[in-house]
């Protein structure tokens, strides 16, 4: 009994050796040579594709990934592979993969298959999963076909080359796994919308860029638990208010993620029915012609969002209150939009911690004294956009002492005055500074390199620095971008400052008063 359990361990063994020897299956292999040969093509990505001893084991083949285990093909990236000159697509040369699980045709321009040789024959494979097909001449025969691959679970249908195509949504309803189907810069009819309620399974659609135009229409049937929609600059005219009916459908999602509506020309007030959405994470209308007060908006319902943009729109001056109980808020996006801070006047504490704060133009003159104060009780910003404001004093130093992981500070175009003040510390996270357009006076400090010595963006143009650049600047090797015109630098250049300097892409020294060589002789 022990011997034949013995044996039996040593065929699998000899069989895993085998397998680990050979790689992949040789019926796949061939299947593999049919179709390159099907391409007629001597394109370099092949060359590694043939039957020679040392190139047996397809595994090894460009564009080919297999099982560790089985050694069966399991994805195939064949993006970009077929010949101008050859646009037909034979899919039944895919049905020996069984096992496969990812297949990318995009960027083949087809616009065609082989007669009797379709997509429906990809309904064999049962385990196909994630099908990207963008980039090609998409039309409607194709869709029925994608409808038969009822294993799918992502399906990538961007670019379309032909002209306007309208989805059979009674086919895509077959596709009862898929999840998420990615339809930018597709141009399709805006009735599919108002269909996709039987796509019961569907939690991501983007359809970025699709042209489509009109009111947002209902969705109809039993609503999919979406997670993510994007709706980006579609340039969706519709008017949103308070009674908005256009809008219902888009609400009933109420387990949605995140919602892109961005660069459209959406208007009104948000309507009230967002406020059921109390799982959305991600939440951007940015560049629309919203208007009315965030106070009495939803936007404060909405206790699980962690990014909201904002941006150019029309809103009553926002204040920072509205978002007292966005405990988990951490990138708020405001450009263009008044924004006040009652803190001083109020003693309000936030509840969140930001990440990133971008209000380019937010600040009056007589707000611009208070912005200090609420960001006081940050302590984790790592981006913080602040241009175009009237925002005034020194430059705020604490709060680089307070946000260590401070990345990107933007603070251009303010009036920002007196001396530049540094850190006693090395601020080793900090990227990009600019501080131009500002009145800050006197000299540059001398530690200026070792304080940020990881600095990719240095722009302390149109101030009033003045002395002599300092030799720190030197340290500065990551530094890329170098403005520091419009001021009233003297004396000579530093050596080291292009020698240091060795990623330096862009240099501006014009309108001071510098002198001696920029490039030294030896």
Excluded at 8 to 32: D, K, P, T, V, Y
Excluded at 246 to 263: A, K, M, P, Q, Y
Excluded at 425 to 445: A, M, R
Aim: glycine share 6%; proline share 4%.
């Amino acid at each position: 009994m022990e011997f034949g359990i013995f044996l039996w361990w040593l065929m699998l063994a000899a069989l895993f050796q085998l397998s680990s020897i050979h790689g992949c299956l040789r019926e796949e292999r061939e299947a593999l040579l049919r179709f390159k040969a099907s391409m007629n093509s001597s394109y370099d990505i092949f060359t590694s594709w043939n039957s020679s001893q040392e190139g047996r084991n397809c595994c090894n083949w460009e564009r080919v990934v297999c099982d560790n285990t089985t050694g069966h093909v399991i994805k195939l990236h064949l993006d970009g592979v077929f010949p101008s000159e050859n646009l037909y697509l034979n899919a039944s040369l895919f049905i020996p993969f069984q096992e496969l699980k990812y297949l990318n045709l995009s960027s083949n321009e087809i616009s065609r298959w082989a007669p009797n040789e379709g997509f429906e024959r990809l309904s064999g494979l049962r385990k196909l999963e994630v099908l990207d097909f963008s980039w090609n001449y998409i039309n409607e025969s194709f869709l029925s076909s994608f409808g038969q691959i009822l294993s799918l679970k992502k399906l990538y249908l961007r670019y379309n080359l032909d002209p306007p195509i309208n989805i059979p949504i009674s086919e895509f309803g077959r596709l009862k796994n898929l999840q998420e189907l990615y339809l930018d810069n597709t141009y399709i009819d805006k009735s599919f919308l108002g269909k996709v309620g039987v796509m019961n399974s569907l939690n991501v659609l983007t359809m970025r860029n699709c042209e489509l135009n009109g009111s947002l229409p209902i969705i109809q049937g039993k609503k999919p638990y979406f997670c993510k929609i994007f709706l980006s600059k579609n340039l969706l005219m519709v008017e949103l208010n308070y009674y908005s009916f256009h809008f219902v459908g888009l609400c009933e999602l109420i387990n949605l993620r995140e919602l892109d509506l961005s660069h459209n020309n959406f208007e009104g007030i948000l309507p009230s029915c967002l406020a059921n959405m109390t799982k959305l994470r991600i939440f951007d209308i940015s560049s629309n012609r919203f208007n009315g007060s965030i106070d009495l908006s939803p936007l404060p319902s909405l206790k699980s969002l962690e990014y909201l943009g904002l941006s150019h729109n029309y809103f009553n001056p926002i204040t920072f209150s509205s978002f007292f109980n966005l405990s988990k808020l951490e990138v708020i996006f405001s450009a263009g939009n008044n924004l006040v801070d009652e803190t001083l006047s109020q003693r309000w504490i936030p509840s969140f911690q930001l990440k990133a704060l971008s209000c380019s133009s937010c600040f009056s003159t007589k707000s611009s004294r208070i912005i200090t104060r609420f960001l006081h009780y940050q302590f984790d910003l790592q981006l913080l956009l602040l241009p175009h404001n009237t925002l005034e004093g020194q430059f705020p130093t604490w709060l680089l002492e307070n946000n260590t992981r401070l990345a990107i500070l933007n603070l251009g175009n303010n009036s920002l005055i007196r001396t530049l003040q540094l850190p006693n510390h090395y601020i080793p996270n900090l990227l990009v500074l600019d501080i131009s357009f500002n009145n800050i006076q006197g000299p540059i400090p001398t530690t200026f390199g070792l304080v940020f010595p990881n600095l990719e963006l240095l722009n302390i143009s149109k101030n009033d620095f003045e002395g002599v650049i300092p030799f720190s600047f030197g340290n500065l090797a990551s530094l890329r971008y170098l403005d520091m015109s419009s001021n009233n630098f003297f004396g000579t250049i530093p050596e080291n400052l292009t020698m240091g300097c060795s990623s330096l892409e862009y240099l501006r020294l014009s309108k001071n008063h510098l002198s001696g060589q920029l490039f030294p002789a030896n």
